[in-house]
């Protein structure tokens, strides 16, 4: 089953991502990599989430916030492509997240966006090399943000 199928299955809707917010492009595909721009945990209605992990947003708030923001990365991969079905291997993920100090559990909150990865993709497209960093502070406030790198046909 391709990651179209799978998110129909899922009954997933996908959110609009929003313009950047600076001098740069949501994505670049050079080869057969395309990389994505850092993104942020936009709803479906628009809305985008803040906060810090540690003293404003529990650990299962930002990982949920980490998921929303894998379906905004997918959108994203959509918009570029025309199709989830043409990325061959999600290759790397950086995830950012805004930490309080002594928040440490930076591993668990990027997993919201690894698990819906292999979910959509499966195990074989959708495992990555990644890195999990905490950050004093995230532009606008948001709670994680993430880039990607993905190989595509």
């Known amino acids: 089953m391709g990651a179209e199928d ?5 009954d997933i809707i996908l959110p609009q991502t929003s313009a ?4 740069y492009l949501m994505a670049v ?3 057969n990599l395309l990389f994505l721009a850092g ?5 479906v209605d628009g809305s985008l989430r803040t ?3 540690g003293s404003d947003l529990t650990l299962d708030e930002v990982r949920d916030a980490a998921r929303l923001v894998g379906l905004n990365l997918l959108h994203t991969i959509r918009h570029e492509l025309g199709s989830l079905d043409r990325v061959t291997r999600v290759v790397k993920v950086l995830g950012m997240v805004n930490c309080a100090p ?3 559990q930076t591993p668990l909150v990027v997993d919201g966006c690894s698990d819906v990865l292999v979910e959509i993709f499966g195990k074989a497209i959708g495992s990555h090399a990644r890195s999990a960093v905490g950050m004093a502070e995230l532009p606008f406030d948001i709670p994680v ?3 990607m790198i993905c190989e595509v046909d």
Request: hydrophobic share 30%; proline share 8%.
């Open 39 to 43: 993104h942020g945990p936009y709803d």
């Open 51 to 53: 906060g810090k992990v």
């Open 29 to 31: 595909r050079t080869g």
């Open 20 to 23: 950047p917010v600076a001098n």
């Open 102 to 104: 002594g928040f440490n």
């Open 145 to 147: 943000e993430v880039e």
């Open 6 to 10: 799978r998110i129909a299955e899922l």
